[in-house]
């Protein structure tokens, strides 16, 4: 391998970049895609689309008989969780245990607190101040559990603007339906707005705080596993 | 789990990068292939340097000694190879896979290009 391609491939690892290090195994030559840059008219559109979103390395054939590996590098998956809420008690260590870097996000420090939330990635600020330094990506998810628009509204629209996997809101429809027109008023497009998981989480009846847990964890790991299309 | 960009002082594509820098000669070894249960999945990689020493694995131990072998071989002469293993190979009696699986590596040098 190049050298210096393998210190882009390190170099988009390290920034939290999607990319797929194409080899052909019959001639070893190499290139390097980024997410985002793979232009149209490339042979393999359609294959590296699927593989930035299974994150998983293969080998294929292409049409003319080339045998080609695609090692995939995508950052591990993260979970921004806005309200340390009842839910998010529950939902931290089911999240953890998939595999999941979970970030709790709530400015009410009644809230945010170590003891609700021990050994947590706790952030008691407004999500304004702490995602303007860790900004949300496509490899990430967006929860917002705190059914108030004041903490709830700017993460949904950044999220949304960043290509979050999962953008999933709390509430009934009623109140979804109060927060889309919110959300419209500043420039959110319908496109966007039905992105929005909600009301929250897959349908399986969820009543209490841990099952409401179950129900947003499951719709998390579909949106990041199944194509589009196949989602419900 | 697509959880490859974990970045650890130990990752084998940091450290093929920090040691062909720091002017060793090195090899990539990546897991391109795998049949029944293989220890380590598609995309898993070792890096040896002309020395030996390596970091990383394409297996659970059993098959690294004959990677880094072949490793020597693929720096010396600059050309990628594809080594296979399994408890089907003839090479089982030295370095099969006791879990009955089978993994295909591919083993390439790193090297600054001449031509760029």
Not at chain 1, 26 to 46: F, H, M, N, Y
Not at chain 2, 92 to 103: E, H, K, N, Q, T
Request: hydrophobic share 45%; proline share 7%; charged share 25%.
């Amino acid at each position: 391998m190049d050298l210096h391609l393998l210190s882009q491939l390190n170099e988009a690892r390290e920034g939290r970049r999607a990319a797929i290090l194409v080899t052909d195994l019959g001639s070893g030559a190499q290139r390097l895609v980024r997410r985002g840059e793979a232009p149209a008219d490339d042979p393999l559109a359609t294959e590296l689309a699927r593989r930035f979103r299974s994150g998983k390395s293969g080998l294929i054939e292409t049409a003319e008989g080339q045998r080609l590996f695609l090692t995939v590098s995508v950052p591990p998956p993260r979970l921004v969780i806005i309200g340390a809420v009842h839910i998010s008690q529950a939902l931290v260590p089911m999240a953890t245990m998939a595999g999941f870097d979970v970030t709790v996000i709530d400015p009410r420090t009644a809230f945010a607190t170590e003891e609700r939330f021990p050994g947590t990635a706790l952030c008691a600020d407004w999500p304004e101040d702490v995602l303007a330094s860790r900004p949300l990506d496509a490899y990430t998810a967006l929860a917002a559990l705190t059914h108030d628009p004041k903490i709830d509204d700017f993460p949904l629209q950044a999220a949304l603007a960043a290509d979050c996997f999962y953008v999933g809101a709390l509430g009934s429809r009623k109140t979804h339906g109060k927060r889309a027109e919110r959300l419209a008023e500043v420039g959110v497009t319908a496109a966007d707005l039905a992105r929005i998981d909600a009301p929250i989480g897959a349908d399986i009846g969820a009543a209490s705080p841990a099952e409401i847990a179950v129900a947003v964890l499951a719709n998390v790991i579909a949106a990041l596993r199944k194509e589009p299309e196949a989602r419900s | 789990m697509p959880t490859d960009q974990i970045t650890s002082p130990d990752d084998p594509l940091l450290l093929a990068e920090g040691w062909s820098r720091a002017g060793r000669k090195v090899a990539l070894a990546t897991v391109i292939e795998t049949w029944g249960s293989a220890p380590r999945p598609v995309g898993a990689h070792l890096v040896i340097d002309s020395e030996g020493n390596f970091e990383g694995s394409v297996s659970g131990g059993c098959v690294e000694g004959a990677v880094v072998a072949e490793a020597a071989d693929v720096i010396d002469s600059g050309t990628p190879t594809i080594l296979e293993f399994g408890v089907a190979d003839e090479t089982a009696w030295r370095v099969g896979l006791s879990c009955g699986g089978r993994i295909r590596v591919y083993v390439e040098p790193v090297e600054a290009a001449p031509h760029r």
